[in-house]
């Protein structure tokens, strides 16, 4: 009898270090977090470090992990396989490349900006009413790298509108990014440039001269995009969703951002 009730206990015992052992493992299990990597446009950053903490409140099972940049680094990164699960660009042109290139999928416009003429707020230089004019007396002119940054990429479309651009290549101080662009005017080390009204907004150092004509450049839009290979499609999928809801796009309309179409 001793034995038969020695058996008992032990077998009882050896279920409730399995039940313990398996309780452990679910909860091990529901706590496990998914890293979602995104790619951002520079010109996102400020806005995106508030957007982060409040899809993450609502969905405690995602962690956001951003980085920012010129959106044709991104795409060139997206393109050469690195760990990127979305994107948010600040221009068309990439995320149609990368959708034609079947390296990304479901683009959506999530917001709109405009491009902006800025100096340094200690500029002492002339004041004219005729942007072309205004744009030759300049010595050193900041510019994002038009072959990757989408700012730059529309402040040369507005040069050539106005046939200034090969005229003014020797002027031009190239930038790896819009904040790049920001930064040098900021410290005077051009005498103006070309960025977004979301990036003047943010700078004390810099006041707006104009804001460029809409006829002058193409259509300053912000898209949202899946990267093909993500592993997390869904988990993406709500965080882009989330990108055009009330409670971002209020975020957004804060730095100075349009909603987009």
Known sequence: MKLKNLGI???????????????????????EKIDLHISAAA??????DEIKPLYEKKYPSTKLTFDFAGSGQIRERVTSGAPIDGVLFASESDIDKLVQAKKATSKAEFAQNTLVLIEPTSSKSKKSADL??????????ALGDPESVPAGKYGKETLEKLNLYDG????LVLASDVRQ???????GNADAGFVY??????????SVVQSIPDDLH??????????????HKKNVESFMKFMRSEEAQKVLKQYGFKPGK
């Open 197 to 206: 009204e979301t990036d003047a907004l943010i700078s004390k150092k810099v």
């Open 132 to 141: 072309a004019e205004k744009l030759k007396a300049y010595q050193k002119f």
């Open 43 to 48: 010109s996102l950053k400020d806005a995106i």
């Open 168 to 171: 003014m290549k020797d002027q």
């Open 9 to 31: 206990l032990t077998v009882l015992f050896l279920l409730a270090i399995l039940t313990a052992c398996g309780n452990t493992a679910n909860s091990s299990k529901k706590e």
């Open 218 to 231: 193409a259509p300053i839009g912000y898209y949202s995009g899946i990267v093909t290979d993500t592993e």
């Open 181 to 187: 662009v920001l930064s040098y005017v900021a410290a």
